[in-house]
């Protein structure tokens, strides 16, 4: 399951969507307004459309959705207890497999200075009451950090296979003692990767609190404001009906 999520990695292309700033590729928020069968048909839409555009293959965005199958299926029991409504089961499911295509969108087609960039700006208001350049930097880090930790639990899982730990068990006692095997060695992990990244930064005289400039800038394009323009009619539709 882990080999195929592959969200936070840079796919380096010159699609049209590559080229797009990245404030407007991070503010697109419409998907979390999922309130009727029209909504999630425009919003298949547009973000079909947009992986089309992005010059890369479908197949690596489905192997996402295949990767929390798992989570569907633990939402839709969640629901199924919680809720009667057959719709609003549906409506989380698509929200969540939106969520996973969208974060997969905007990781493959924005490399990791353009979202540190487009975070920063969105959070510039703010910029008197918080580090908003280091909440940007801490944000970008997190997100790039999920296929390295995702390589690093498969080469675990592997590794206790070998030892004879069985992770394909179907009793719920033995697959919880099998996934917190796991757990000490991940923790371990990311304190070291967190450690070296911080050592890196130190090196690189990254100063924290002070204002950075940057050597390339994003200018917002004809393109954008278009594209902004829809985003604004989709989210006043599935708002409004």
């Given at each position: 399951m882990l080999n195929n999520i592959t969200i936070g990695r840079y796919i380096n292309k010159s699609s049209v969507v590559h080229k797009l700033n990245p404030v407007f590729k991070i503010m697109i928020i419409s998907i979390f307004f999922i309130?009727?069968?029209?909504?999630?048909?425009?919003?298949?839409?547009?973000?079909?459309?947009?992986?089309?555009?992005?010059?890369?293959?479908?197949?690596?965005?489905?192997?996402?959705?295949?990767?929390?199958?798992?989570?569907?299926?633990?939402?839709?029991?969640?629901?199924?207890?919680?809720?009667?409504?057959?719709?609003?089961?549906?409506?989380?499911?698509?929200?969540?497999?939106?969520?996973?295509?969208?974060?997969?969108?905007?990781?493959?087609?924005?490399?990791?200075?353009?979202?540190?960039?487009?975070?920063?700006?969105?959070?510039?208001?703010?910029?008197?009451?918080?580090?908003?350049?280091?909440?940007a930097m801490i944000i970008t880090l997190s997100i790039r950090y999920i296929p390295t930790l995702t390589e690093e639990a498969s080469r675990i899982i592997k590794a206790q296979k070998l030892r004879g730990i069985n992770f394909d068990t179907k009793n719920i006692k033995e697959k919880i003692i099998s996934i917190s095997g796991i757990l000490m060695p991940m923790f371990s992990l990311s304190i070291k990767r967190a450690e070296e990244s911080a050592d890196i930064m130190d090196i690189r005289l990254y100063n924290y609190g002070k204002s950075r400039t940057n050597y390339r800038t994003n200018k917002w394009t004809k393109i954008n404001s278009l594209l902004l323009i829809l985003n604004i009619l989709i989210l006043i539709i599935i708002i409004c009906y």
């Open positions: 309130d009727s069968y029209i909504d999630i048909t425009l919003l298949s839409m547009y973000l079909l459309l947009t992986m089309l555009y992005s010059d890369i293959d479908i197949k690596v965005y489905l192997k996402n959705i295949y990767g929390i199958k798992i989570f569907l299926i633990f939402i839709f029991i969640i629901d199924l207890i919680f809720f009667t409504s057959i719709n609003r089961i549906i409506f989380d499911i698509f929200k969540l497999i939106f969520i996973v295509l969208y974060s997969s969108i905007l990781t493959y087609t924005t490399s990791i200075t353009e979202l540190t960039f487009g975070i920063e700006k969105l959070l510039r208001p703010f910029n008197k009451l918080i580090p908003v350049g280091d909440i």
